[in-house]
């Protein structure tokens, strides 16, 4: 079981930076590849980023690749979302989510592959 929880949320002007960290809980973090997602109101969740257990392989969505920065601290068992030259679109609920990291296979862009979900923190990017 791995319990995760995310923060670092809040209000922002447009092209302004916050870094959002996602805090696991369990023994065998090292093991799980994390992703972010987020969801604006009223929209579905998307994929925003993921890192591999290692931390070596990153990969992340059109929409914040250059902006966007996926890392972790396996040490402290946490994952960091770095937000640069943020934008009003940026805004939405953020949510981390693991799941066991499984030798050949993808990392995973659709939230039906990760296992365990964070309850989010809001990021709201004011014009």
């Known amino acids: 079981q791995v319990q995760l929880v995310e923060s670092g949320g809040g209000l922002v002007q447009a092209g302004g930076s916050l870094r959002l960290s996602c805090a696991a809980s369990g023994r065998t973090f090292s093991s799980y590849t994390v992703g972010w997602f987020r969801q604006a109101l009223g929209k579905e969740r998307e994929f925003v980023a993921t890192?591999?257990?290692?931390?070596?392989?990153?990969y992340y969505a059109d929409a914040v690749k250059g902006r966007f920065t996926i890392a972790r601290d396996n040490a402290k068992n946490t994952v960091y979302l770095q937000m640069n030259t943020l934008k009003p679109e940026d805004t939405a609920i953020y949510y981390c989510?693991?799941?066991?990291?499984?030798?050949?296979?993808?990392?995973?862009?659709?939230?039906?592959?990760?296992?365990?979900w964070g309850k989010g923190t809001q990021v709201t990017v004011s014009s």
């Open positions: 989510a693991a799941h066991a990291h499984i030798p050949g296979e993808a990392m995973g862009v659709f939230s039906y592959e990760y296992d365990y």
């Open positions: 890192i591999d257990w290692s931390g070596r392989s990153t």
